[in-house]
């Protein structure tokens, strides 16, 4: 009988690098996607073939890392976990739970159920209850500051760090040549020259006078293009109800001030952070220079920590 033996390749001018380890990703990230390339090597070496050639080819993985900036202690975690990893396939298969190498059609319907439940349901792996994402930070700081947090609590939260912007980001402009301002003669944000989208859904922002100091801070689930509308509208035919004007009674003798619109953040579908964020910059300014209304039934009250010295 004829047997097929087929070992891990790659093409002589493919790329001898992986991922950064000074990317923007997670250390978490980083070994998972790595651990999940050494795998692939091992999983692509038919198992007759003597272990020399596996470890052969988990070695130039290894050189890969190290050429990418990985330190021995990050690749000998990446390389172990792979290999217990195929070791727990190996004995998958060997139970008749899963084929090594699983055809297209096997068990389609338990796997369909399987990836439903994944996709609502992925953080409660492990008894989880409930997920928070923070922001990347280095070594993971804050993620790991939570982490400890909540087990000392004894509360079952998953914590998952946010990927922080690479330097394409940072340094790339998609569109270099987008002008500046909007074609609108009724744009709020580009007439009165503020910066900030005023396209971009879900965002907080504020309108300057421009004959004072004095700031108005909001948050629209819409765009700042719409919301400046409806802020020049009441100005005109509802003055009663706008801030602006009465900003204009109270300081300026009911005399018509210049305003300045800008956009200070986007928040896109998260309305609980947008929210929060308007709370935040409206307890930033102090309460001689703010424009806004009753403010204790439009922004949360965020309760603060105050150490006292005895």
Known sequence: MSIILYEFYTKEVSSKAVINARSALSEKMKRTVLTQEVLSVLMNTSLPLPWSHVVSKVEEMVLRMQFSGYNKRFRYHVVDSAIKAYKVRQEAERDGERPLHRPKGWSTEEREKQRAMKKDHWYKKGGA???????????????????EQIKNQEFKIKVIEKSGKTLKQ???????????????????????????PCTRHGVTYDIKCQGCESVYVGETARNAYTRGNEHMECMKKDRERSALWKHCVEKHD??????????????????????????????????????????????????RAVIEET
């Open 170 to 196: 940072i340094l790339q402009r998609s569109d270099p040549f987008r002008p500046r301002k909007c074609a609108r003669d009724n744009c709020f944000v580009c007439q009165s020259n503020g910066r900030g």
């Open 254 to 303: 009911a005399e018509q001030q210049d305003f300045k619109m800008s956009v200070i953040g986007v928040y896109d579908n998260d309305a609980m952070l947008r929210q929060l964020a308007e709370s935040v910059r409206i307890n930033k300014i102090s309460g001689e220079l703010l424009m806004n209304s009753k403010k204790e039934w439009i922004f949360f009250n965020l309760p």
């Open 129 to 147: 209850e409930a997920v928070i994402f923070v922001p990347a930070t280095l070594f993971s700081q804050l993620q790991k500051s939570y982490m």
